[in-house]
């Protein structure tokens, strides 16, 4: 587990990246959409997560005699980031639920043309 | 009452005056013959004021507001100012005489909101009269432009929406795009925006092209001033009820415009800079052009007021083009057409006007004949034509007589045949409307009075007498008019 | 004391919100909302006073600087942070419950309660000295202005919010991905630690990539050209108050954290500012065309929005400390216009709703028309005193394509401010627009107004040019 590992561990992560980013664009339906978000949130959160880790090291806290650890702050900083992935998510579904009560659909060119109509 | 009075400066009454005077028409919705009265006495007074600045020393400049140091808010009081300022003053009682018995005899809407932004546009032509520096005096000219766009657009309908977006898109157009530039560049070169006796400019070191960039810039963004090609705004502004024409369109805006044309000729470059690098030869054939061109559009025009605008615009370009000329001869005829073609002008839209209420007419085919019936109001047509051709005994011969001389002066021989050939053209666009009037057709057998009521009738005799009375009278003008540096010798 | 009130601005509202749910009612809702903004409007002015002293921090749990959060107040942010609040603050006067006329069938104090949580959010963007921090707050304000568009009264509202959702949510996910990179280049989250480290990382590129993706994020936020789309259809959608508020100061705080991150912390220097020159320029008049043939006021005010936005990115671009200062003018002077005249137009959303207003509503008529006159750059306004610190700053740094824009984009506004002006004073009234409680329709939009003659005849926003000018280290 070196170098090559974690360098090939960054492509799979911006393979998900990107993955997110194309479902976003090219999804017409808004939940497909938010999924599609998601996945691009959760390929940045995979990204912090592996800057702090470091392969023979293990947590700080757990291992006294270890002298080489993952780096904490990533892990915690992400930790916000998940709960703002979480509450991101949230509020686009209640959108999305209002979007079908008010133009009666969730596929975004059926409803931008009912909103036109109006 | 008049403690609180006399603290007011006097410098700012005249700004002051009118713009009360409108906020109290907007607020207080006083019944016709209240504001009309009161309108007429504060233009009297404001007037008298002016007047009596001929007679005593000027009061002392005002700083109203500093917003850093070079740049403020300031009004002074220098010859050309008092010029165009008492032009505007003596003229304003005059066609709220007129505009009263227009406004009533075409019973015409909303005279409320017509009078207040009447008096709020005086207030703006008087702003410029004072102005002391370059950022008030653009401060006053937009006031200006913004304040007319009410009376031009007064009548609602789309000719009116139509010539309302051309006056106010080429007016805030030519001043924001090249007027504004123009005056930061100045105040950048030079570290102050204030006007300088022999001109601000005169020891910036800017090379002569720049110099020429500069005065093209004020020269075409000084919308007002009507010099082809930004003249457009003036014709559509002809939607305007005649009063409005009569006075901010022959008057208080175009005059402003060629007064800030001369005011940043003589306090901003100083005709000794700008003759020595020759910037203005461009623009010198530019208005040249322009009072050709314009005499010809009159010459052609059926439409009263079309003529009398493009006249306008013709007459407009003496000024510009005694400002390119540059030698104090000329600088004072042009300082003098403000004077003469205001009243000659204001005389002939007044004509127009009572001729549209009497006869409901305005094309100027339709007018043969129709002297017999109303021979004052034709009658002072052809003593105010004579004044804007510049035939004696009107005030415009010594117009036409210091510019000729001016260019003579200067070198000038080509100028002295554009102001012949425009000469001619004034005289075959403006006499045929009083001959058609007398002599188009043979005089009836019995002829039936039918002249404009009174409150028409009178301001358009006196504004045609005023005009030859100037012809008599104007050495007190010019002995002021010399004390400027530049103008004087 | 004046520890606390380093971060009073952020804390208040933040504290203030739930609150204002478990009140319950609408009216004491509402009046504690808007006590909070007044609260926290007189907090950040009181912080002005001694901007000439240079930056100030507040360390959260006393940890000392690198290693905890840090607020730092400088000369850059603090005048913001009273824009922000003060806009808020008129925003709220205007959102009485009768304003918002029962959209939320007695929810309101929720609407408050997002109105502070947004507004605690975008001071803290404002207000952090910490680069992690800035995401948090961003997404705090990003997730409750969804809520908020969300709120408006047209059927498309919610359809509207989900896609700035979607595209909000992107742009903050690359500011994450940003200060992730610059964690790895640096190992800090400290902008004055960042600003130190970054040039000298030995991870040059993967600091520039960073760098890069949190431009992209706040040019997304801050509607620069070419991201821009969004901003119309928001400001077209968001209940009149709500969009006020935006108007005002949301897009003006992603434009700070851009100036901040990229040419203070990265000092990226001359390459980043000739690309907010070029952004700037290009939004500067596609803004201003696309306002001239709007169908929409509200989108025709937006797009204009767009080109005023652009002034002050390019105030910024040209590097100077008369730039800084016409980009202080302009902050304030376009707040004080722009969030008041939403706040005049109210709930009107069509040219034909304004038709008549000189005769149905004369005070409005007078408001709009002078607001107009700012948005226009008319001599008195503040649209006057910052066009004109804008144009002399170009003049100055010889920026001649620069200049040229700014007159051209200003005869643009021009074809706009008299659609705008037309229907006001010269169409007859076609059909009545909602009636709405005088305080609130007037009293916001008054204040606006007398802002803005304040700001065009006192040099009081000019004052603040030379120290966030010393913020970013342009001037000794």
Redesign the interface.
Same mark, same amino acid.
């Given at each position: 587990m070196t170098l090559w590992a974690s360098q090939l561990f960054y492509a799979l992560d911006g393979l998900l990246l990107v993955t997110g980013?194309y479902l =976003?664009i090219a999804q017409d339906n $808004?939940v497909k959409?938010l999924l599609g978000?998601s996945l691009?949130?959760v390929a940045?959160f995979v990204?912090?997560l592996s800057?702090g880790k470091l392969f023979p090291g293990g947590a700080a806290v757990l291992l006294p005699e270890q002298s080489i650890y993952s780096h904490p $702050?990533?892990h915690v900083?992400i930790l !916000? *980031?998940i709960v =703002?992935g979480i509450? !991101?998510l949230a =509020?686009?579904l209640a959108? =999305?639920v %209002?979007?079908q009560e008010? $133009?009666g659909s969730t596929e975004?060119d059926e *409803? %931008?043309l009912?909103?036109r109509r109006? | 009452m008049s403690a609180l009075l006399s603290t007011v400066p006097p410098l700012l009454w005249p700004v002051l005056a009118p713009a009360l005077l409108a906020l109290l028409i907007i607020l207080a919705r006083p019944a016709p013959n209240v504001r009309e009265g009161l309108a007429l006495a504060v233009g009297l007074a404001n007037a008298a004021l002016w007047l009596s600045w001929w007679l005593g020393a000027p009061p002392p400049p005002l700083l109203l507001h500093e917003f850093q140091p070079g740049l403020s808010l300031s009004l002074s009081l220098e010859p050309l100012g008092l010029l165009f300022g008492t032009v505007a003053a003596v003229l304003w009682p005059i066609t709220t005489v007129y505009a009263a018995g227009y406004m009533r005899a075409n019973s015409e809407e909303r005279q409320n909101a017509f009078f207040a932004a009447f008096a709020a546009s005086i207030a703006g032509a008087q702003l410029i009269a004072l102005a002391g520096d370059l950022l008030t005096l653009f401060v006053g000219y937009e006031w200006l432009t913004l304040a007319t766009w009410p009376l031009v657009t007064h009548k609602r309908n789309a000719d009116a929406l139509r010539g309302g977006r051309i006056y106010l898109g080429f007016l805030l157009a030519t001043s924001l795009g090249l007027l504004l530039p123009a005056i930061v560049i100045t105040v950048m070169v030079a570290g102050s925006a204030d006007f300088v006796a022999g001109g601000l400019l005169r020891g910036s070191g800017l090379s002569a092209t720049a110099l020429t960039l500069l005065f093209a810039a004020y020269l075409f963004g000084i919308g007002k001033a009507a010099l082809m090609p930004v003249h457009r705004w003036l014709p559509a502004a002809m939607v305007a009820p005649t009063p409005v024409s009569a006075l901010l369109h022959a008057v208080a805006v175009v005059k402003a415009g060629v007064f800030v044309v001369l005011k940043i000729t003589i306090y901003v470059f100083g005709p000794e800079l700008l003759s020595r690098t020759n910037a203005a030869q461009l623009l010198l054939w530019v208005a040249s052009a322009s009072l050709v061109l314009a005499s010809v559009q009159a010459w052609r025009a059926d439409h009263l007021k079309q003529r009398l605008a493009y006249s306008t615009i013709s007459q407009l370009a003496y000024v510009s083009l005694a400002a390119c000329l540059l030698v104090p001869g000329a600088l004072l005829g042009g300082a003098l057409q403000i004077l003469a073609h205001a009243f000659g002008k204001i005389t002939l839209f007044f004509c127009a006007g009572a001729i549209y209420t009497a006869a409901h007419k305005q094309q100027v085919s339709q007018l043969d004949g129709l002297g017999w019936a109303m021979p004052f109001t034709f009658g002072a047509f052809a003593v105010a034509s004579l004044s804007i051709i510049g035939l004696p005994p009107g005030a415009g011969a010594w117009v036409k007589w210091y510019l000729a001389l001016g260019s003579i002066d200067a070198g000038q021989w080509a100028v002295l045949g554009v102001l012949a050939a425009s000469t001619m053209l004034n005289i075959a666009y403006l006499l045929p409307i009083p001959l058609r009037g007398f002599f188009a057709v043979p005089r009836p057998a019995s002829v039936t009075r039918a002249e404009a009521p009174w409150a028409l009738l009178a301001p358009l005799l006196l504004t045609a007498a005023l005009s030859v009375v100037w012809f008599f009278a104007l050495g007190p003008v010019i002995d002021r008019l010399l004390l400027i540096e530049g103008v004087g010798r | 004391m004046s520890e606390i009130l380093l971060i009073a601005p952020v804390l208040l509202p933040l504290l203030i919100a739930p609150l204002v749910v478990m009140l319950g009612s609408q009216r004491a809702g509402w009046l504690l909302a808007v006590l909070a903004a007044l609260v926290a409007t007189l907090a950040s002015a009181a912080l002005l006073p001694a901007l000439g002293e240079g930056p100030r921090s507040y360390h959260f749990g006393n940890w000392p600087p690198p290693f905890g959060i840090e607020y730092v107040l400088d000369g850059l942010n603090t005048p913001l942070l009273l824009l922000t609040n003060a806009s808020a603050l008129l925003a709220l006067i205007a959102a009485t419950p009768a304003t918002l006329a029962g959209r939320f069938a007695g929810r309101e104090p929720v609407f408050y309660a997002l109105f502070l949580l947004c507004l605690s959010g975008l001071s803290g963007i404002l207000a952090t000295g910490d680069a /992690?921090n800035v /995401?948090?707050f961003l997404?705090i304000s990003s997730?409750c202005t969804?809520?908020l568009v +969300?709120a408006g009264p047209?059927? &498309?509202s +919610?359809?509207a +919010? /989900?896609?700035y959702?979607?595209l909000g949510?992107?742009g &903050?996910?690359f500011v994450?991905?940003g200060v &992730?990179f610059w964690?790895?280049a640096t190992g800090t989250?400290n902008m004055a630690d960042l600003a130190q480290r970054l040039p000298q990382s030995e991870y040059g590129e993967v600091a520039l990539a960073g760098s890069v993706l949190l431009l992209l994020g706040f040019a997304l936020k801050s509607a620069s050209f070419p991201l821009q789309q969004w901003l119309p259809a928001v400001y077209a959608a968001a209940p009149w108050p709500v969009t006020a508020f935006l108007a005002a100061c949301a897009t003006k705080v992603a434009i700070y954290a851009m100036v901040r991150l990229a040419l203070d912390v990265a000092a990226l220097g001359e390459a980043a500012r000739w690309l907010f020159g070029l952004i700037a320029l290009v939004g500067i008049v596609w803004g201003a065309l696309a306002a001239c043939v709007q169908r929409d006021l509200r989108r025709m005010l937006a797009w204009s929005s767009v080109s005023q936005l652009g002034y002050i990115l390019f105030a910024f671009s040209l590097g100077t400390a008369a730039g800084v200062t016409a980009a202080m003018i302009q902050f304030f002077s376009h707040g004080a216009i722009k969030g008041g005249l939403f706040l005049a137009l109210g709930p009107a959303r069509s040219f034909d709703d304004l038709a008549g207003l000189r005769e149905r509503e004369p005070w409005r008529c007078a408001m709009l028309t002078l607001l107009t006159m700012g948005l226009l750059g008319v001599p008195l306004t503040a649209g006057f005193a910052a066009k004109w610190a804008l144009l002399s700053a170009a003049a100055q740094a010889g920026h001649g394509i620069g200049l040229g824009v700014v007159i051209f984009s200003s005869l643009l506004a021009v074809v706009y401010c008299l659609r705008l002006l037309e229907p006001v004073w010269l169409r007859a009234p076609q059909r009545d627009a909602p009636q709405l409680p005088r305080h609130a329709m007037l009293l916001p939009p008054a204040l606006a107004t007398l802002a803005m003659f304040a700001l065009g005849l006192t040099p009081w926003a000019a004052s603040f040019g030379r120290p966030a000018a010393q913020a970013l280290g342009w001037a000794p």
């Open positions: 980013l =976003v $808004l959409k978000l691009f949130q940045i990204f912090y800057l $702050l990533p900083l !916000t *980031a =703002v509450a !991101t =509020v686009g959108l =999305v %209002r979007v008010e $133009l975004e *409803a %931008r009912e909103d109006r | - | /992690f /995401f948090v997404e997730l969804y809520g +969300a047209r059927p &498309g +919610a359809l +919010a /989900f896609q959702l979607i949510t992107l &903050g996910s994450l991905l &992730g964690l790895q989250l």
